[in-house]
């Protein structure tokens, strides 16, 4: 028995009914979505989400379970935050779900968790679906399935998917290798036919999640999405919790009316929070990255290298919000040979005393005295064989082979390190103590973490017997606990969060970091920086990527709320003018991805990679009516012009529009804006800015 849900989506997002339950209305004003809220989690009623126990699906005995709600009230009265428990009399077994309801969003998400109150281990819990949940629509049709690409080195890394679905079309998801944002990304939107609005979708679990979108019919769609290979039993007073899912539900033809919600909704909701308020990712400079072979990375950098540089920058006034050490910083990591660098010496966590002799905080004094802060590179999961941490606490590792001798995982290849357990509670404390220490001694005031390795395996092979998914799942509850701990006890620092470029993206790791180095895809290829801009900000307006040049090309093909200048400010052809110029264009440009996004190019399905095409996209903020379009003329497009639509305006208003490039100034009413207007740029491979301001 599957719970079904009935959406009219047209100016109103429309009713909700339940096979043999009253209707309940939606209708996007105040509150409403405690009315779903309470119309789907009510007692005798199917809940949306199942899983088997003892080999029974839970539609056939949750309703018969004891059943109970406690409301907690928060400081934010527009969030509505309940627990509904379901209580099974016999085994003890209890399904904690804690929901929460955002009335300003019209949206809700929902997290389980199984407790074992009893005095035995339970009968075994499988096929868990954090949601199970049935979309009905009054208007039949092909549902149209918005979806992404995740990360895996290529121009396509979060490229916009569309998949258009008629009855029982599915689609599944999944990531690849245990890291939930590579190949796969756990934010998609599904819309309904016919001007019926739709849901846009996103899951919290930095592991192994899956999600399963199936046109039913022409007039429902089921969602099911969980954790892949859960399927265990739990000992005594033992709990385990699975992901997070969250549905914003939008009104209307125009998908991006979700979309720009749902940003809305993350930085409000999903961002760790400084002085009450979301947290503000910075604008980074690197310390001269790329030094001659066989030096990588940061091998060869030294304490009076990195503070001559940062007076450079001074001198220069180029200062960054942040000065950002990468790889190689520690022992072992700077070999002449070339037969060690930076990325088989991890696991060697002490500073290279030969090149830093007092440690990093007379870098970091030098940091704080031109005004910036200072952020180091840390990979302490992934733990290379014979490493002072792999010899030194061999019983905080999970090997690859796992505890017994079977089968080794090889989705990663030939493994020559082990992962660090952050589910083993010792290894966790001890590990936020150590980062915390170091960074308290050393200055250090940002934390950035990658994470090079694909972890699946390791936790498959160290599960115990019947007990599937117990590692992972203590592994991934020990990463959010060890962020937190950093977050907690330095309140103002940040989390950037790499993972490969981008591969550990989803709703809860964003609660506690952000990608500031979104793909490892071509450092500087411009090209590959719009298409990476292009899909992520439908979703996300926190991330980061670097740029290498300071043309016009090249730096607006990074804009975002986040950067990493890696500027060569030690080589001549780079022109100290344009470096600062293009920081300042940065800095007018940014605060207007914090509202609102709209593609203006290459919607829908269509390859947005090519060379022969023109990428654009605006920015808008309704706060004060105005924005950017953004623009690129691609080295092959033989167009010199091109039409855009402009979205959000006022109709009934006039708009002046400047090009910031040329001086160029163009009045409309906002109808004629809406209905389009060409843009021009003479040359290929150039860019245009052009700012958009309501005429007083």
Same mark, same amino acid.
């Given at each position: 028995? #599957?719970?079904?849900?009935?959406?009219?989506?047209?100016?109103?997002?429309?009713?909700?009914?339940?096979?043999?339950?009253?209707?309940?209305?939606?209708? /996007?004003?105040?509150?409403?979505?405690?009315?779903?809220?309470?119309?789907?989690?009510?007692?005798?009623?199917?809940?949306?989400?199942?899983?088997?126990?003892?080999?029974?699906?839970?539609?056939?005995?949750?309703?018969?379970?004891?059943?109970?709600?406690?409301?907690?009230?928060?400081?934010?009265?527009?969030?509505?935050?309940?627990?509904?428990?379901?209580?099974?009399?016999?085994?003890?077994? %209890?399904?904690?779900?804690?929901?929460?309801?955002?009335?300003?969003?019209?949206?809700?998400?929902?997290?389980?968790?199984?407790?074992?109150?009893?005095?035995?281990?339970?009968?075994?819990?499988?096929?868990?679906?954090?949601?199970?949940?049935?979309?009905?629509?009054?208007?039949?049709?092909?549902?149209?399935?918005?979806?992404?690409?995740?990360?895996? &080195?290529?121009?396509?890394?979060?490229?916009?998917?569309? *998949?258009?679905?008629?009855?029982?079309?599915?689609?599944?998801?999944?990531?690849?290798?245990?890291?939930?944002?590579?190949?796969?990304?756990?934010?998609?939107?599904?819309?309904?036919?016919?001007? +019926?609005?739709?849901?846009?979708?996103?899951?919290?679990?930095?592991?192994?999640?899956?999600?399963?979108?199936?046109?039913?019919?022409?007039?429902?769609?089921?969602?099911?999405?969980?954790?892949?290979?859960?399927?265990?039993?739990?000992?005594?007073?033992?709990?385990?919790?699975?992901?997070?899912?969250?549905?914003?539900?939008?009104?209307?033809?125009?998908?991006?009316?979700?979309?720009?919600?749902?940003?809305?909704?993350?930085?409000?909701?999903?961002?760790?929070?400084?002085?009450?308020?979301?947290?503000?990712?910075?604008?980074?400079? @690197?310390?001269?990255?790329?030094?001659?072979?066989?030096?990588?990375?940061?091998?060869?950098?030294?304490?009076?290298?990195?503070?001559?540089?940062?007076?450079?920058?001074? +001198?220069?006034?180029?200062?960054?919000?942040?000065?950002?050490?990468?790889?190689?910083?520690?022992?072992?990591?700077?070999?002449?040979?070339?037969?060690?660098?930076?990325?088989?010496?991890?696991?060697?966590?002490?500073?290279?005393?030969?090149?830093?002799?007092?440690?990093?905080?007379?870098?970091?004094?030098?940091?704080?005295?031109?005004?910036?802060?200072?952020?180091?590179?840390?990979?302490?999961?992934? &733990?290379?064989?014979?490493?002072?941490?792999?010899?030194?606490?061999?019983?905080?590792?999970?090997?690859?082979?796992?505890?017994?001798?079977?089968?080794?995982?090889? *989705?990663?290849?030939?493994?020559?390190?082990?992962?660090?357990?952050?589910?083993?509670?010792?290894?966790?404390?001890?590990? /936020?103590?150590?980062?915390?220490?170091?960074?308290?001694?050393?200055?250090?005031?940002?934390?950035?973490?990658?994470?090079?390795?694909?972890?699946?395996?390791?936790?498959?092979?160290?599960?115990?017997?019947?007990?599937?998914?117990?590692?992972?799942?203590?592994?991934?509850?020990?990463?959010? #606990?060890?962020?937190?701990?950093?977050?907690?006890?330095?309140?103002?620092?940040?989390?950037?969060?790499?993972?490969?470029?981008?591969?550990?993206?989803?709703?809860?790791?964003?609660?506690? @970091?952000?990608?500031?180095?979104? %793909?490892?895809?071509?450092?500087?290829?411009?090209?590959?920086?719009?298409?990476?801009?292009?899909?992520?900000?439908?979703?996300?307006?926190?991330?980061?990527?670097?740029? +290498?040049?300071?043309?016009?090309?090249?730096?607006?093909?990074?804009?975002?709320?986040?950067?990493?200048?890696?500027?060569?400010?030690?080589?001549?052809?780079?022109?100290?003018?344009?470096?600062?110029?293009?920081?300042?264009?940065?800095?007018?440009?940014?605060?207007?991805?914090?509202?609102?996004?709209?593609?203006?190019?290459?919607?829908?399905?269509?390859?947005?990679?090519?060379?022969?095409?023109?990428?654009?996209?605006?920015?808008?903020?309704?706060?004060?009516?105005?924005?950017?379009?953004?623009?690129?003329?691609?080295?092959?497009?033989?167009?010199?012009?091109? +039409?855009?639509?402009?979205?959000?305006?006022?109709?009934?208003?006039?708009?002046?529009?400047?090009?910031?490039?040329?001086?160029?100034?163009?009045?409309?009413?906002?109808?004629?804006?809406?209905?389009?207007?060409?843009?021009?740029?003479?040359?290929?491979?150039?860019?245009?800015?052009? #700012?958009?301001?309501? #005429?007083?």
């Amino acid at each position: 028995m #599957k719970k079904n849900i009935v959406y009219l989506i047209l100016l109103l997002l429309g009713s909700l009914s339940v096979a043999g339950q009253s209707t309940v209305q939606i209708t /996007g004003n105040k509150n409403d979505i405690g009315k779903w809220i309470s119309a789907n989690f009510r007692k005798g009623v199917t809940p949306p989400f199942s899983f088997v126990y003892g080999g029974k699906h839970s539609s056939t005995f949750i309703k018969n379970w004891s059943y109970s709600v406690e409301n907690i009230t928060g400081r934010d009265l527009s969030v509505i935050k309940r627990i509904y428990s379901y209580k099974d009399p016999v085994s003890g077994l %209890t399904v904690e779900c804690e929901v929460k309801g955002f009335n300003a969003y019209n949206a809700v998400e929902w997290v389980l968790r199984f407790v074992n109150t009893g005095n035995k281990n339970t009968p075994e819990i499988s096929s868990v679906n954090a949601s199970d949940i049935t979309f009905t629509y009054k208007k039949g049709g092909d549902l149209k399935m918005h979806y992404a690409d995740g990360s895996h &080195v290529s121009k396509e890394d979060f490229h916009q998917r569309l *998949k258009v679905m008629q009855p029982h079309d599915s689609l599944y998801m999944e990531p690849y290798g245990g890291r939930s944002s590579q190949n796969a990304f756990p934010f998609f939107n599904m819309q309904a036919p016919k001007g +019926q609005g739709g849901v846009l979708a996103a899951i919290g679990w930095t592991g192994t999640w899956f999600a399963k979108v199936k046109a039913e019919t022409s007039k429902s769609t089921n969602l099911k999405s969980g954790m892949v290979n859960l399927k265990t039993y739990l000992y005594p007073k033992e709990s385990i919790r699975t992901p997070k899912v969250c549905l914003l539900f939008w009104n209307g033809e125009n998908r991006f009316v979700g979309h720009n919600a749902f940003r809305r909704l993350v930085l409000e909701h999903y961002t760790w929070k400084q002085n009450g308020k979301p947290t503000v990712y910075p604008v980074s400079t @690197s310390f001269n990255y790329g030094d001659p072979a066989p030096c990588n990375e940061y091998t060869c950098m030294t304490e009076d290298y990195a503070i001559a540089l940062i007076k450079r920058y001074a +001198q220069y006034k180029l200062v960054p919000d942040v000065f950002w050490l990468d790889a190689g910083w520690y022992i072992k990591a700077a070999d002449v040979a070339g037969k060690k660098n930076w990325a088989n010496t991890v696991g060697n966590w002490t500073i290279d005393p030969e090149r830093f002799p007092r440690g990093f905080r007379p870098i970091a004094d030098e940091v704080h005295k031109q005004g910036a802060k200072f952020m180091v590179w840390f990979e302490p999961e992934r &733990v290379m064989k014979n490493s002072d941490w792999a010899n030194q606490y061999p019983q905080w590792m999970l090997d690859a082979k796992g505890s017994v001798e079977q089968e080794e995982w090889q *989705k990663d290849g030939d493994h020559d390190a082990v992962l660090f357990n952050l589910g083993n509670a010792e290894a966790c404390k001890w590990l /936020g103590k150590f980062i915390g220490d170091f960074m308290e001694t050393n200055g250090i005031d940002y934390y950035r973490q990658d994470f090079n390795i694909e972890p699946a395996g390791f936790w498959y092979n160290n599960d115990e017997e019947g007990r599937r998914g117990i590692c992972e799942i203590r592994y991934i509850e020990g990463l959010y #606990k060890f962020w937190e701990y950093l977050l907690n006890r330095f309140p103002n620092t940040i989390i950037d969060n790499c993972a490969s470029g981008g591969r550990r993206i989803d709703l809860e790791s964003i609660s506690r @970091s952000a990608a500031l180095w979104r %793909t490892d895809y071509n450092y500087g290829e411009p090209n590959g920086s719009q298409c990476h801009t292009y899909g992520l900000e439908l979703y996300l307006p926190l991330h980061g990527t670097g740029i +290498q040049q300071a043309d016009s090309y090249t730096f607006r093909s990074g804009l975002g709320t986040s950067v990493i200048y890696n500027w060569k400010v030690t080589e001549g052809n780079y022109n100290v003018v344009d470096m600062r110029n293009k920081q300042a264009e940065f800095n007018e440009v940014r605060p207007y991805f914090y509202e609102d996004y709209y593609p203006l190019s290459g919607s829908g399905d269509v390859d947005i990679t090519a060379d022969n095409i023109w990428m654009v996209y605006q920015l808008y903020r309704p706060s004060d009516d105005s924005g950017y379009i953004v623009g690129f003329r691609r080295a092959n497009s033989p167009d010199q012009t091109y +039409q855009v639509k402009l979205q959000g305006l006022k109709l009934d208003r006039e708009y002046i529009l400047t090009n910031k490039d040329t001086g160029a100034v163009l009045v409309k009413k906002g109808s004629e804006l809406a209905k389009g207007f060409e843009i021009t740029l003479d040359q290929p491979r150039s860019s245009l800015l052009m #700012k958009i301001e309501i #005429k007083p």
